[in-house]
Antibody
Framework: EVQLVESGGGLVQPGGSLRLSCAAS????????MYWVRQAPGKGLEYVSA????????YYADSVKGRLTISRDNSNNALYLQMGSLRAEDTAVYFC???????????WGQGTLVTVSS | QSALTQPPSASGSPGQSVTISCTGT?????????VSWFQQHPGKAPKLMIY???QRPSGVPDRFSGSKSGNTASLTVSGLQAEDEAVYYC???????????FGGGTKVTVL
């Protein structure tokens, strides 16, 4: 059974940093692209970032470029999102998701809440 | 780049059908086959219902169907059931610069 479990969310001050993790199991992690998608409270889904199966290629939404960094550890079946220079508008539930094919997200974790507030 | 355009709400009685539209441009939805639909219940993770515009993942009831014409994709839910009440999102590949676009979501209410 495919499982994705996010962790690392919490309350952080504006300008602060946070590292999100996503533990994957039930599939061959190293053969799939992975994604981060966020959802602000009461709002819709917003693509954040994607990473290729070997970690060699990364993609970012313009709203996070230069502040967030996606990475992965295929030996430990883990996906990461290093978040810096956080702003109030980054407040959201952050989901990790598996990429079935290009821009197609077939399994999602339950999400981890990041709150940016002083 | 702007999000894909979806109507904010749709509704139908049990057993009826409801169709949700998702409109983009030739640079995103109209230019690629990678169109997906997701169902999200309150407090839950999104669930993939349709991919490649028309394909159903294993386990998704055949009451859910997708189509695409030009810059518009559609999701039809036939034989509406109470558990179909949820928010539905479309998404599309939008080229390597933008990568993924989502629609704003459509809340489906079963009357």
């Amino acid at each position: 059974e495919v499982q994705l479990v996010e962790s690392g969310g919490g309350l952080v001050q504006p300008g602060g940093s946070l590292r999100l993790s996503c533990a994957a199991s039930g599939f061959t992690f190293s053969t799939y692209a992975m994604y981060w998608v966020r959802q602000a409270p009461g709002k819709g889904l917003e693509y954040v970032s994607a990473i290729s199966s070997n970690g060699g290629t990364t993609y970012y939404a313009d709203s996070v470029k230069g502040r967030l960094t996606i990475s992965r550890d295929n030996s430990n079946n883990a996906l990461y999102l290093q978040m810096g220079s956080l702003r109030a508008e980054d407040t959201a539930v952050y989901f990790c998701a598996r990429g079935l094919k290009l821009a197609t997200l077939d399994y999602w974790g339950q999400g981890t809440l990041v709150t940016v507030s002083s | 780049q702007s999000a894909l355009t979806q109507p904010p709400s749709a509704s139908g009685s049990p057993g009826q059908s409801v169709t949700i539209s998702c409109t983009g441009t030739s640079s995103d939805l109209g230019g690629y086959k990678y169109v997906s639909w997701f169902q999200q219940h309150p407090g839950k993770a999104p669930k993939l219902m349709i991919y490649d515009g028309t394909q159903r993942p294993s386990g998704v009831p055949d009451r859910f169907s997708g189509s695409k014409s030009g810059n518009t994709a559609s999701l039809t839910v036939s034989g509406l059931q109470a558990e179909d009440e949820a928010v539905y999102y479309c998404s599309s590949y939008a080229g390597n610069n933008v990568f993924v676009l989502f629609g704003g979501g459509t809340k489906v209410t079963v009357l």
